[in-house]
């Protein structure tokens, strides 16, 4: 009669195999975890960025509402560098005369239209990201 041993009760451990498997297993999940942290950086870069310009052009903004209506020009103003910290922003207003349809206007009808768009560099050269708020301007 044939005796079959078993081998496995006198094993203890992991083979090579097993170990090389959860080694790369646990490398993976490693970078995995790891990919959110520059996305979350850049993320958090690109919001500062955008909250920064919108506190720029509200900014603008206020300085418009402080004058009478009477002192604000119409025109096109391109500010292309502001001051530090905020160098690498630029900033454009546009006053404009508009009619009650909100058209433009070649008559002061007693509304005003501003329009305050600022941008910054993003990575991409070629696509500057920019953000822009409107307002109307009534004469009293």
Same mark, same amino acid.
């Given at each position: 009669?044939?005796?079959?041993?078993?081998?496995?009760?006198?094993?203890?451990?992991?083979?090579?195999?097993?170990?090389?498997?959860? #080694?790369?297993?646990? &490398?993976?999940?490693?970078?995995?975890?790891?990919? =959110?942290?520059?996305?979350?950086? *850049? +993320?958090?870069? %690109?919001?500062?960025?955008?909250?920064?310009?919108?506190?720029?052009?509200?900014?603008?903004?206020?300085?418009?509402?402080?004058?009478?209506?009477?002192?604000?020009?119409?025109?096109?103003?391109?500010?292309?560098? #502001?001051?530090?910290? &905020?160098?690498?922003?630029?900033?454009?207003?546009? =006053?404009?005369?508009?009619?009650? *349809? +909100?058209?433009? %206007?070649?008559?002061?009808?007693?509304?005003?239209?501003?329009?305050?768009?600022?941008?910054?560099?993003?990575?991409?050269?070629?696509?500057?990201?920019?953000?822009?708020?409107?307002?109307?301007?009534?004469?009293?």
């Amino acid at each position: 009669m044939l005796k079959f041993i078993d081998m496995r009760k006198n094993e203890i451990g992991f083979t090579l195999i097993e170990v090389l498997f959860t #080694l790369t297993f646990l &490398f993976l999940g490693l970078l995995t975890v790891l990919q =959110v942290f520059p996305t979350a950086f *850049n +993320l958090e870069r %690109s919001n500062q960025s955008r909250s920064q310009a919108a506190l720029l052009a509200q900014e603008k903004m206020e300085t418009i509402y402080d004058q009478s209506y009477i002192t604000i020009v119409e025109g096109n103003v391109f500010e292309a560098s #502001l001051l530090a910290p &905020f160098s690498s922003f630029s900033r454009r207003t546009i =006053v404009s005369l508009v009619d009650g *349809n +909100l058209l433009p %206007s070649a008559t002061d009808v007693g509304l005003k239209k501003i329009e305050i768009i600022v941008a910054w560099p993003s990575l991409l050269p070629w696509m500057p990201k920019q953000i822009q708020i409107n307002s109307l301007i009534v004469s009293k």
